[in-house]
Every structure is written in C-alpha cells, then in structure tokens.
C-alpha cells in the first residue's frame, strides 16, 4: 500500500488559534482525505510549538510555568481541530519527552559529524518570528510581520551550525526538474536566488533562553526553538508506534513567511544528520484583513469557532478551501464569506440537492462505488483547492442545474422520458459531486451520497440553510 505523510506547520503555542492556522491545517485535511480515498495509507500530522523565549514570555504573563501554561493551551488547537473534523492521526507536542529525545538524538549526530562550531553573533532578534532579522527582512529596521517593541537587539555566544557547506548540495536539488521539493515555482525562483547570493551560517542554540532542550553536548544552552520545531516532523515517525517507514515526509504545507526554514535549513540538517529529504514543500501565501496579515499581534483575527458558529463545519471547510491562499495573498472578511456561502452552498448546491431529491423521490439508482476524478485529485495535489471545487461545481452542478432550468421537470408528468433523463442526469452528477467534495465537506458528501445512493430518498433537513 503506498504511504503518504503530510504535515502542517506545527503552531506557535503563544498564540490562540485563528482562521490564518485554520487555512494550512484545512488543506492539509482534504490532501489527506483525498489520499485516503485512493486506498493510501495516510499519516497526517499538526500539533504546536511549545519551546523557546515567546512562550516562556507568554507563560510569565499569565504568573503560570511554561509547561503548565502549555498544557493549558495546546488542547484549544487540538479542539479547534477537532471541531472542523480535522482527519490528523497525531497531535505532537515539542514538550513531549519522547519527542526531546529524538531531538537530542539528531542534534548529537549533526554534532559529531563536525558541523557545529562555537562563535559569537550580534544582530536584530524578532521575538515574533524567533529569528534574527537579516537586512533584507527588515522594513525600516523593523520586522514586517510584527510591531516594533518584538525587534530587539541581541549579543550571544552560541553553536553555530556550518549550513553554508550544504548550500552547493541544496542548489543542486533546487535546480534539478527530477529532485527539486519546492513548489510553486515562483517560490523555488525565490530561494535559488537567496541560495546563490550567499549564505551564513546559523545560531543553532540559545545561552539566555531557559524553556528550550538542553543542548545535548553542552548543557549550559538550549537547542535553538526552530531547530526542535522543524524535527517534530521526523521524530513523530520514530517515537510512535508504527510510523517510522513515513519517513521522509511526502507533504510539508506552510505558509510563505517560513520558507527559508523549511527549504533550506531543515534540508541542511537532515543531510548533515544523513537522514531522508522531504519530497515536496507547498508554501502558499496570506489571508489578509483589509489589506493586512491576519495575526494576532494585529489584533484582527477571525477565530476558526466564529467561523463554525456562523457557517457550520462543513461550510467553514468549504470557504477555507475556497478562498486558499494559493499562490497570492487572499482578502477574507465574514461578509465575503457569508456571500460566497449563501451564493455556492445555500442557493446552488444545497438548493440542487433539495429539488432533485423531492423531485426524484422513491426512483432506483444503479450506480455503486464511484471514484473520485483524477483532475479533481492533481488540482487537490497542487494544493489549488479553490480551482479543484471550481472544477467540481461547473462540471457537474451549474451543469445540473442549468439542464434542470432549461427542461423543468417540475412541468412534465412523472414518467414522461424528458423528466426521468434530466432527473438521472442530476442524480448521476450529484453522486460524483460528492464523492469529489468528500474531503472538502465529509459529512455534507455522506448525506448527499445516502440520499441518492441506491435509491433517492428524502433529505431529513435542507443542506446548507441560507443565512442572513
Ligand atoms: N511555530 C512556527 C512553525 C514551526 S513548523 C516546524 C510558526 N508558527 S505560527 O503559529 O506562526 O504559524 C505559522 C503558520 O500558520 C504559517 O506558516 C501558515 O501556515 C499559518 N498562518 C498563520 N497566519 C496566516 C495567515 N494570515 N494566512 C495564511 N496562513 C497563515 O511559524
């Protein structure tokens, strides 16, 4: 059976969750889900990022330990998850001890392959991104992405890691058709420039941060918090049960502000650790909010509960999917949202649906165990979901519902053949309809498929009420 092991960014725990996380977890889903349907076996991973000097500040605010005050966030995004049917088969957190170890592991590996060094670094610190900014991150001296009061100015002795020797190797990668992980290809442009224009080496631990893992070989410092978070991906694959043939990683699915760690320092160390490249790194862009980044530090996050309350878990599914922000930034906003919901899901599905069952009632279905379309699966696959329901929603309900208008069944007598070919018809593309949208809206597709599958029955409840 093939394997296929897709992950999200595992989230800072500082932060509660909103609809920004909910966008790369959701796509994660319906990859996952999709995969699942064409019989592989499916690991799909997300959890949170629990170490490291933001958390630890957090953790102090509230007067609470760093592990109590983890232990007390993490389960608000495992439950968001959970509330939008989120299909993850493992929860990892970076506190986890059986996670600690692997890390220690690798860290010793990369150690002892002669690829760490003690040196000195000076510079701007982004508490937000818990990076040091280079020139070309900053925007008049701050970083972009947050308020001024997270730059800081640093000065620490620490191991460093030599991620300039990986760089030819990683260029080579890059630029080969065959081997190259990062997709899309204006993001691979993106880094092979950064990559050629020369690279330093990184900071690899901490000196004044205490919540972090001890360096393996020096205690006295702590393992550098992105150098822990990016190995969740590997050591979910050692610690449990089962898992270790997941390795390397099919999907890596993060947004675009962290591509440089993902692309080029997380291959940097699996290679000095001589361990498996991932096989595919999908890095999509923002939703923004009037024009700017939803983030907390901005204070104009849309919760992903807001989002159920208004539009249940499958209609929140589907306008995630549908605004993704592929390859450009994507304005959200509860009124965008309501349209589209009230415009795609009450009036055009959900009311197709309903005529078709009512009209169709009691009549014998033939068709059994439809699979899913491959066009539908390579648009899922480039992670251009909103293309991949487009394509659902012409090819079989605007077409469905364009026929039912034109013939009005509603006028013909029960038997006569113009009513019963329209009706299978919409019958026929109903079914394929769902069984595509299934990892989009799992349990909107069942109820579709239970009403139409076998014999036509009548829908308990509408689908999708419309809302004001
Ligand atoms: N902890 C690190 C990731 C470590 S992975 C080894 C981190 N966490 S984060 O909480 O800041 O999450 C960042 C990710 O959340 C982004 O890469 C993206 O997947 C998602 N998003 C957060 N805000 C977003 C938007 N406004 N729009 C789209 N996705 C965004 O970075």
Same mark, same amino acid.
């Given at each position: 059976m093939n394997k296929f092991f897709v992950t999200t960014p595992i989230y800072y725990i500082n932060d509660v969750p909103h609809i920004g996380h909910t966008c790369t977890t959701v796509a994660a889903d319906i990859v996952a889900r999709w995969h699942r349907s064409l019989g592989e076996e499916v690991f799909f991973l997300t959890g949170t990022d629990e170490h490291g000097q933001k958390v630890a500040e957090a953790a102090e605010k509230q007067g609470l330990d760093p592990k109590n005050y983890c232990d007390k966030i993490a389960p608000t995004f495992e439950n968001a998850w959970r509330n939008l049917n989120i299909s993850f088969d493992h929860f990892i957190r970076t506190t986890d001890p059986r996670h600690k170890e692997v890390v220690g592991r690798v860290l010793q590996k990369i150690y002892d392959n002669g690829d760490v060094y003690k040196s000195k670094y000076e510079g701007w610190y982004c508490l937000g991104c818990e990076k040091f900014l280079t020139e070309s991150d900053m925007v008049n001296n701050k970083?972009? %992405?947050?308020? !001024? #009061?997270k730059t800081v100015w640093k000065s620490e002795e620490n191991w460093f890691f030599r991620l300039s020797k990986y760089v030819p190797k990683i260029i080579e990668l890059v630029e080969d058709e065959q081997a190259n992980y990062i997709f899309p290809e204006g993001k691979r442009s993106e880094i092979l420039a950064k990559l050629k224009s020369g690279v330093k080496d990184v900071s690899i &631990?901490?000196?004044?941060? +205490? $919540?972090g893992i001890p360096t393996p070989w020096d205690q006295s410092q702590t393992v550098y918090v992105w150098f822990d978070a990016l190995l969740n991906y590997y050591s979910a694959t050692q610690f449990?049960?089962? +898992? &270790?043939?997941? $390795?390397? !990683?099919n999907l890596h699915l993060i947004g675009k502000e962290i591509i440089w760690f993902h692309t080029v320092i997380w291959q940097a160390m699996l290679l000095s650790a001589r361990l498996e490249l991932p096989k595919k790194v999908d890095v999509h862009s923002f939703y923004m909010i009037d024009g700017q980044k939803m983030s907390k530090s901005l204070g104009n996050v849309i919760s992903p509960q807001q989002l159920v309350d208004l539009f249940g878990v499958d209609g929140s599914r589907y306008l995630i999917a549908r605004s993704f922000p592929s390859e450009n930034d994507s304005d959200v906003g509860v009124g965008r949202f309501s349209e589209r919901y009230n415009a795609d %899901? !009450? /009036?055009n599905l959900g009311n197709l649906v309903s005529r078709v069952a009512k009209l169709a009632l009691g009549r014998k279905v033939e068709k059994k165990g439809v699979k899913g379309d491959r066009e539908f699966g390579e648009l899922v696959d480039q992670l251009k979901l909103d293309e991949a329901i487009g394509w659902v929603f012409g090819k079989y309900i605007d077409a469905s519902n364009s026929r039912l208008n034109s013939v #009005?069944? $509603? +006028? %013909? #007598?029960? /038997?006569d053949p113009k009513r019963v070919e329209v009706l299978d018809y919409c019958i026929d593309n109903l079914i394929k309809a769902a069984v595509d949208l299934a990892a989009v809206m799992p349990e909107s597709a069942k109820i579709i498929l239970d009403c139409f599958e076998g014999e036509v029955k009548a829908l308990e409840k509408g689908l999708f009420a419309r809302i004001k």
């Open positions: 970083c972009p %992405l947050h308020p !001024a #009061e &631990s901490r000196e004044q941060v +205490k $919540w449990l049960e089962g +898992k &270790s043939q997941f $390795w390397p !990683a %899901l !009450a /009036n #009005e069944p $509603w +006028k %013909l #007598e029960t /038997n």
